[in-house]
């Protein structure tokens, strides 16, 4: 089962940028899809973008403000996140699912990784 790591998470103030990382280890990030979700402390995780054989697909709370992509040679997915908002503020997640069925559930991934904390100050 594939490893992985995220990274680049922080405090930052409203308006900032953040680009997270996700790096897999002992396997690839060829999954069908590969997402990021975000929880906050009493809430279930919530989607917030994926990218796979369908394409690209985002939460309404991040269009036009998240970008997530893949380098496959360094096995990594990232998330930029840009004019950040305190609303955003939580531990952002990465996974890898072998699922054709959609990316936007965590039920359908089988591989997390152990998470990045982001705030978002006012």
């Known amino acids: 089962q594939v490893r992985l790591v995220e990274s680049g998470g922080g405090l930052v103030q409203a308006g900032d940028s953040l680009r997270l990382s996700c790096a897999a280890s002992?396997?690839?990030?060829?999954?069908?899809?590969m997402g990021w979700f975000r929880q906050t402390p009493g809430t279930e995780r919530e989607f917030i973008a994926a990218i796979g054989w369908g394409g690209h697909s985002y939460a309404d709370s991040g269009k036009g403000r998240f970008t997530i992509s893949r380098e496959n040679a360094k096995n990594t997915v990232y998330l930029q996140m840009n004019s950040l908002k305190p609303e955003d503020t939580g531990v952002y997640y990465c996974?890898?699912?072998?699922?054709?069925?959609?990316?936007?559930?965590?039920?359908?991934?089988?591989?997390w990784g152990q998470g990045t904390q982001v705030t978002v100050s006012s």
């Open positions: 996974a890898a699912s072998q699922s054709y069925i959609s990316p936007r559930s965590a039920s359908n991934y089988n591989s």
């Open positions: 002992g396997g690839t990030i060829s999954a069908v899809y």
